[in-house]
């Protein structure tokens, strides 16, 4: 008998929130781990708690904002077989795009686009060589149409949307399946700064990642809720463009910075 092959996966943005959910939710699966995130004692704390249970855990302290951090986390894969990545970790700039500074949306187009990007370039060679994987990329309902208030954002959500969709249809057969995951509000701690009196359909992140895990392998994106599929419905195939942009404006208006 030979020895078992462990299956990795990989969050990026791990310590928290949608990213601990995800962590979870793999763990239960059987996977082992190499999780990011930038506070080393939040991600160790989730990796205690994930290891006590049984579940091997790589944890990796650094930012997805620096040029080198693909490269760090393809070495620590290394001797790993990657059979899940998902790039959950976003920089969420929120206010009106007058009053952010370029550092700001600099950052968010690190963390948002080039970081996945430069992982995906490390990364998918392997899972198409083995012929078998899964990617997600967190995207949002911000993805659909522009949204003021958090521009930029929205900008980096729609291109993670339209990466997942362009790379699901490039790999069709070759057992790499690629995911969008467009989520609505969700009850992080990243969203509940942001938007303290709460919204409509609210979901728990454990929710939108059980979701997500259904529609790994059916791509090439899934919106989790009812409630936001229906909103999502009508703001891109009822109501005119226009409207759509405003009445998400009026939402986002409030965003705290
Ligand atoms: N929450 C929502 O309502 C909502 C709605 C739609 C889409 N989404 C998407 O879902 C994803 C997760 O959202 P969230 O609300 O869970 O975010 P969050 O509360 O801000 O948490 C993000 C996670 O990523 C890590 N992270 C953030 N920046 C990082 C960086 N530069 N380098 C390494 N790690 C980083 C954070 O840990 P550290 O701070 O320790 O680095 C944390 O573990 C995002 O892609 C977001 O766009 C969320």
Not at 20 to 43: I, N, S
Not at 88 to 117: H, K, W, Y
Not at 138 to 159: D, I, P, R
Not at 185 to 199: I, L, N, S
């Amino acid at each position: 008998m030979g020895t078992p092959v462990t299956s990795w996966a990989l969050v990026a943005g791990a310590s928290e929130g949608l990213g601990a959910a995800w962590a979870e939710g793999l763990a239960a699966q059987g996977h082992a781990l190499v999780l990011v995130a930038r506070r080393p004692e939040v991600l160790e704390a989730l990796a205690a708690k994930l290891g006590a249970r049984g579940t091997e855990v790589v944890a990796l302290a650094l930012d997805l904002g620096a040029p080198d951090a693909p490269d760090r986390i393809a070495q620590a894969l290394e001797g790993r077989p990657l059979d899940v990545l998902v790039y959950n970790a976003a920089a969420a700039p929120a206010g009106p795009f007058l009053s952010m500074t370029p550092e700001q949306t600099r950052a968010a187009i690190d963390v948002n686009c080039r970081a996945p990007v430069g992982l995906l370039h490390r990364l998918l060679p392997g899972m198409v060589q083995r012929q078998r994987g899964a990617v997600v990329l967190m995207s949002s309902l911000t993805a659909f149409q522009g949204t003021a208030y958090t521009a930029v954002y929205g900008a980096t959500k729609a291109f993670n949307l339209s990466l997942a969709e362009a790379l699901w249809a490039e790999l069709e057969g070759t057992g790499v399946s690629v995911l969008a995951c467009c989520a609505g509000a969700t009850r992080t701690p990243g969203y509940v700064k942001a938007m303290p009196d709460g919204a409509p359909g609210e979901l728990a992140p454990e929710q939108v990642v059980a979701e997500a895990l259904t529609a790994l392998k059916r791509g090439p994106l899934m919106v989790p809720g009812l409630l936001n599929r229906v909103v999502a419905f009508v703001f891109q195939r009822v109501l005119p463009r226009r409207v759509t942009i405003k009445l998400m404006a009026s939402r986002t208006r409030s965003l705290k910075p």
